[in-house]
């Protein structure tokens, strides 16, 4: 039984597949992530990734197979979906007329937060932007709306969060902060999957991981392995990728 095989599926698929018109962006792939993964989708721009976040958060529908999140289908019941998971999406698009503040409310009260203001307050510190509440979110930096949708994605303490480029945004200091708090979290029981191709982050923060490459699964396994292999991340992804170029 392979490690895929033998956690508890917190997301799970099979033979996922979406297609947009001609162009298959995901090409029957078949994942299962356990409990307590901080689980990294891997592959270069274009490969997928985003595409299969949308499919697993609900957002758009698959073409075929299947794919439950926390023990929910995502085609019957996407806003069951939505509503127990975190979702940081690739590009951050808090709402522009809103400052940062009122979106966090706003937040409060589609996800019925008790004490979200409190809760705010702990977020505005711990990102280092409490400076900026009640700046209009269109008036915000880019490094600053990431800031407020990582704190949208995790105020309400979700057991799953799904991150598309969770650090592409952020300066050094802040990028460590974040992977810090992201390790934390999952040794807490709760469960991460981030899509990237930045490696040196994958292979830095995740337990799993797989590669994707122009819509196909090309394998799935776990840092670990690797490291009992002698082999880095980089290069055992680049290895892998300029093969399937090849094919």
């Not at 709760?190 to 797989?210: K, R």
Request: net charge negative; glycine share 8%.
């Amino acid at each position: 039984m392979s490690f895929m095989e033998m956690k508890q599926g917190i997301i799970v698929t099979q033979g996922l597949m979406k297609q947009f018109g001609d162009v298959v962006a995901v090409n029957n792939v078949s994942v299962s992530i356990g409990q307590g993964e901080l689980f990294g989708l891997l592959g270069p721009n274009g490969s997928g990734k985003t595409t299969m976040i949308k499919m697993l958060t609900g957002q758009i529908r698959p073409t075929s197979g299947s794919a439950t999140v926390l023990g929910l289908d995502v085609k019957k019941d996407p806003i069951g979906v939505r509503e127990r998971v975190g979702i940081i999406p690739e590009q951050e698009t808090p709402p522009s007329f809103l400052s940062a503040t009122e979106y966090l409310d706003f937040v409060g009260e589609v996800r019925h937060i008790p004490d979200v203001q409190k809760l705010a307050d702990w977020w505005f510190d711990f990102l280092d932007f409490g400076d900026k509440r009640d700046v209009l979110c269109k008036d915000l930096s880019r490094g600053t709306r990431q800031k407020l949708m990582f704190t949208q994605a995790f105020i309400h303490k979700p057991t799953l969060a799904l991150i598309d480029e969770p650090l592409i945004n952020f300066d050094p200091i802040m990028q460590r902060k974040v992977k810090d708090y992201l390790t934390e979290y999952v040794k807490r029981g709760n469960t991460i999957f981030i899509s990237t191709h930045i490696l040196e982050i994958a292979e830095e923060i995740c337990s799993g991981f797989a590669i994707l490459h122009k819509g196909k699964l090309l394998y799935t396994g776990t840092v670990a392995e690797l490291k009992e292999r002698d082999q880095h991340l980089d290069d055992f992804f680049l290895s892998l990728v300029e093969k399937d170029g090849h094919v």
